[in-house]
């Protein structure tokens, strides 16, 4: 990376928000940002919705779990957000299915 790659304040969103989307694919830390509250936070709820951008053909070519957008549509729910932070178990289901899904 070059220093001005770096400074780049439109690349360093793309990046970061890239990364995130991504850490959704993982159920048990999507279980923790419903422990921390994120999940209930207003402002995070409207944050979510703004990254569907990312289903866009554009954009998921950077995806490389693209079922992040499945999480990403899942939480999109506010009896998901509920499920989640109400019942660890729910996380877990997730976590389960997806890893039979791999199988």
């Keep these: 990376n070059t220093a001005e790659e770096e400074e780049d304040p ?3 969103r793309f990046l970061v928000e890239l990364e995130f989307v991504q850490s959704l694919a993982n ?10 509250g994120f999940l209930r936070d207003e402002k995070f709820i409207r944050y979510l919705d703004y990254l569907l951008y990312w289903k866009s053909p554009e954009y998921t070519k950077f995806l490389v779990y693209p079922h992040c957008l499945r999480f990403l549509d899942l939480l999109q729910h506010a009896e998901v957000r509920n499920l989640l932070t109400n019942d660890h178990s729910y996380a877990l289901l997730l976590a389960d299915q997806q890893y039979y899904h791999w199988l």
């Design 10 to 12: 439109e690349r360093q």
């Design 27 to 36: 159920a048990h830390y999507v279980r923790w940002l419903a422990s921390e």
